[in-house]
């Protein structure tokens, strides 16, 4: 497993002991797109924690990080959450479904958590007051939008490093949100930033199809 601080170099090998194949960001970038069909080969926990543990290296504003993962996949779970995702069959037939949520809540319980351990006393007191100052007087449902905003930072991440790693992914909004917090007991007041089906895929998907740059950048 992962340390948080573990270079790249050592991260382990395929369950066969092959080193999985790694794209380099840019390849991953272009590579990697929606897939709806997987194969049944496994993903195993030591590859989600590898996936988890990159994509927890996004960053978040004040490095808050308040996302949270639920790993499912246990198939009566998936079946009945792809029921609340609108029938979509990727809930369930990907070995894998992470849901990710925003629990800004959680995050405020634990303020000491984020602040950096090398920080004297005195500064991680005084860190520890400006944010409960700071998101302390939002209203909770404004505290919820911003930390959901840093989850989506996160959702990026992994779905790139997904790729990097050999994985395929897809990425779902389409779903009911109360439901799939009663199912996997995921706090009312927490965000459901996406489930994310994560998987080796059976077909190639769609061929992604992207705006050039000029058309969504000006240079000045
Ligand atoms: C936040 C988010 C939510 C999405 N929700 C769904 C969804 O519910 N169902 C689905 O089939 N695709 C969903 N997609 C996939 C997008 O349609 C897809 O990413 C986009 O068309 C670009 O295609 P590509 O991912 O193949 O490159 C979602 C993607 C994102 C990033």
Sequence with gaps: MLQNETPAAS???????????RLSAADAALLRHSVRRYRDTPVTDDEVRTLLT???????????????FVVVRDQGTKDQLRDAAYGQAQVSGAPVLIVLYADMEDTMSHLDEVVHPDLPADKKAATVAMLENT?????????????NAQANIALG???????????????????????????LSIPAHATITALIAVGR????????HRHAVDRVATFR
Excluded: C, H
């Design 157 to 183: 991440y992994l779905l790139l490093i997904a790729k990097s790693e050999g994985f395929d992914t897809s990425p779902m909004l389409g779903f009911q949100a109360d439901q799939v917090k009663a199912l």
């Design 201 to 208: 895929g059976d077909v190639d998907g769609f061929r992604s």
């Design 135 to 147: 998101f302390g007087g939002m209203p909770p449902e404004a505290r919820a939008v911003w930390a």
């Design 54 to 68: 990159l994509t927890g290296r996004a960053p978040s504003a004040f490095n808050l990080q308040p996302w949270r």
């Design 11 to 21: 991260l382990p090998t395929a369950e066969d002991g092959a080193q999985a194949p």
